[in-house]
């Protein structure tokens, strides 16, 4: 299976900062790759698919992009409600794997 | 929309049924899934299965104790889990893959999750 390791594991943020968290495949993915956002309590939420392209409905702040085996989310200007765990997952091989997630927390 | 159902309070060895209701879209456009989180921990896909139940694929973890299944008349997803084990539970989750008929893909659509509890 492919693994997906996340970095950092945590860290903490102010609103109106701009944040980047990085996904790193085990092997090449071309852009078969996923970011979802956690809240406490909640199911994930569909962010970005296919790397770069935006799940309606998502606020233009969000972007992602990267190709192969490195990936990045950024997220400019926090807002409040942004404030998550953040997972990758790669959709380009059986089965599916996920990152291990990145907790982003209000500083 | 997607509503879990059947988690609760089990027995090591024992088994549990859970189901999935869709509503909401063409239930057999797509391919489902079932994807865990043990408390406080990460997400873990379990299984998933095409629109029309040809193909069908599990975690190392689970295979040969979970069935995966639907029933496209019923917009129903379910999940047989058998010998279950304490590293077992979890919430688990049912998603919608994003795009039609491919079971690998990502996840656009979940439920709330139920939580299976196993300990004697």
């Known amino acids: 299976a492919i693994r997906m390791t996340q970095s950092p594991s945590s860290f903490s943020a102010s609103t109106g900062d701009r944040v980047t968290i990085t996904c790193r495949a085990s092997?090449?993915?071309?852009?078969?790759l996923a970011w979802y956002q956690q809240k406490p309590g909640k199911a994930p939420k569909l962010l970005v698919f296919?790397?770069?392209t935006l799940q309606s409905g998502v606020p233009s702040r969000f972007s992602g992009s990267g190709s192969g085996t490195d990936f990045t989310l950024s997220i400019t200007y926090l807002q409040s409600e942004d404030f998550a765990t953040y997972y990758c997952?790669?959709?380009?091989?059986?089965?599916?794997?996920f990152g291990q997630g990145t907790r982003l927390e209000i500083k | 929309q997607l509503v879990e159902s059947g988690g609760g309070l089990v027995q090591p060895g024992r088994s549990l049924r859970l189901s999935c209701a869709a509503s909401?879209?063409?239930?057999?456009?797509?391919?489902m899934h079932w994807v865990r989180q043990a408390p406080g921990k990460g997400l873990e896909w379990v299984s998933g299965i095409s629109w029309n139940s040809d193909n069908i694929g599990y975690a190392d973890s689970v295979k040969g104790r979970f069935t995966i299944s639907r029933d496209n008349a019923k917009n129903s997803l379910y999940l047989q889990m058998n010998s279950l084990r304490a590293e077992d539970m979890a919430f688990y989750y049912c998603?919608?893959?994003?795009?039609?008929?491919?079971?690998?893909?990502?996840?656009?659509?979940w439920g709330q999750g139920t939580l299976v509890t196993v300990s004697s």
């Open positions: 092997q090449g993915i071309s852009t078969y």
């Open positions: 997952q790669q959709y380009y091989s059986f089965p599916p794997t």
């Open positions: 296919a790397a770069s």
């Open positions: 909401g879209f063409t239930f057999d456009d797509y391919a």
């Open positions: 998603a919608k893959s994003k795009v039609d008929g491919l079971l690998t893909s990502p996840l656009d659509s």
